[in-house]
């Protein structure tokens, strides 16, 4: 409804523009921006309006946000990517993972997608809200949000929060695998309302949490899936034509492939070729430490076979050197069988990729 205000104001008509912000109010009473729209169309019957919000006794900083808020939202009208256009980081959902959330926080913007047969559809976007000092969180209590790969680990229902949180929350997994090993804290990162008094919050609002409409959250909340649906959270999503990400999809699972079929070899040296100087175990090990804790036992290579299914791919947010790719494995040997769900964190190195960060999950 405000982008119907929008339009009507850039072609002049001020009738229909005042018309629409009317119904907008009388629809959300409670949506500041509208209000204050409302209100300029209103003091443009009597005077001049040269600027948002031309209330000569109004808070300075109350005004800044709700300025800042009409700015990222008309953003998001002449900044609507493509629908030819992918984000990158999104490479490969599994078949039962229905929905993927990618929150751009330049664009204070959530979008949804979804899944069609291994195909992405883009579905809706939301405005979002997102912490007072941007993103990026390194700690406890900076009051920023992270930048990573994560998942919806449960639903949180209004009736057990304070108004504060809207109609519920849904917590993700911050700090992911990643976010430990750098030494990245903290807890408590959710998507969640906004209080009853106020319909949306100021771009730059929140502790480090993403903040929705409490209409958009609910809509969301239908769709999410828990422990399923990622969570993609950038600075800044680039959004690229279907040609390159099939190409950088492809990567990533070849990478994947050729460790699986030199696992399978049992060839020590060339798996070891997949693993960087850099690498790190969630025990602080390096990989000469970690691989000889976590070797198979040797057996006889015509019935030793490894199978990988349900794979995901993402280019990791905020680095176009980072692929992080979680998979089931399968090995089998005779009666031998073990199956795992695991994690590789590839990271480019000069020309090659190489295994910084491997877990079981």
């Known amino acids: 409804m405000l982008i119907e205000v929008y339009k009507e104001l850039a072609a002049n008509r001020l009738a229909s523009a005042q018309a629409r912000a009317e119904a907008l109010v ?40 709700l300025r800042e808020e009409a700015m990222v939202r008309l953003r998001s009208l002449r900044e609507r990517p493509a629908p030819d256009l992918m984000p990158r980081p999104l490479l490969q959902l599994r078949d039962d993972q229905k929905h993927a959330l990618v929150v751009d926080a330049k664009r204070s913007r959530l979008y949804v997608y979804e899944n069609r047969g291994g195909e992405l559809k883009f579905v809706s976007d939301y405005y979002i809200s997102q912490g007072k000092l941007g993103v990026n969180k390194l700690k406890e209590g900076d009051q920023k949000t992270p930048v990573g790969v994560y998942y919806i680990t449960r639903r949180l229902p209004g009736v ?29 990162i959710w998507l969640h309302g906004t209080p009853s008094d106020s319909y949306s919050r100021p771009p730059l609002s929140s502790d480090g949490c993403v903040v929705l409409t409490n209409p958009d959250l609910k809509k969301l909340t239908a769709s ?48 070891a070729l997949h693993y960087s100087s850099q690498f790190k175990s969630d025990r602080g090990e390096d990989f000469a430490g970690w691989y000889a804790r976590k070797q198979l036992p040797a057996f006889n290579p015509r019935g030793f076979s490894v199978k990988l299914r349900d794979a995901t791919h993402f280019l990791y947010p905020g680095r176009g050197d980072m692929i992080v790719s979680t998979f089931t494995q399968e090995v089998t040997a005779g009666k031998f069988r073990h199956t795992a769900r695991k994690r590789q964190y590839w990271s480019r190195e000069g020309g090659q990729w190489r295994i910084v960060h491997e877990a079981e999950i």
């Open 26 to 65: 009388n629809a959300y009473p409670n949506f500041h921006l509208g209000q204050l729209i409302y209100g300029d169309l209103l003091q443009m019957h009597t005077r001049p309006v040269d600027t948002l919000g031309a209330v000569g006794n109004a808070p300075a900083e109350r005004l800044a946000d």
């Open 160 to 188: 057990r929060l304070p108004d504060f949180y809207g109609p519920g929350a849904l917590p993700i997994n911050y700090p992911n695998e990643w976010d430990r090993l750098n030494g990245r804290s903290g807890s408590g």
């Open 224 to 271: 999410v899936e828990i422990g399923k649906t990622p969570v993609v959270i950038a600075e800044n999503i680039e959004f690229v034509n279907r040609a390159k990400w099939a190409s950088e999809r492809e990567l990533a699972a070849g990478l994947v492939d050729q460790w699986r079929r030199d696992l399978e070899g049992q060839d020590a040296g060339k798996l």
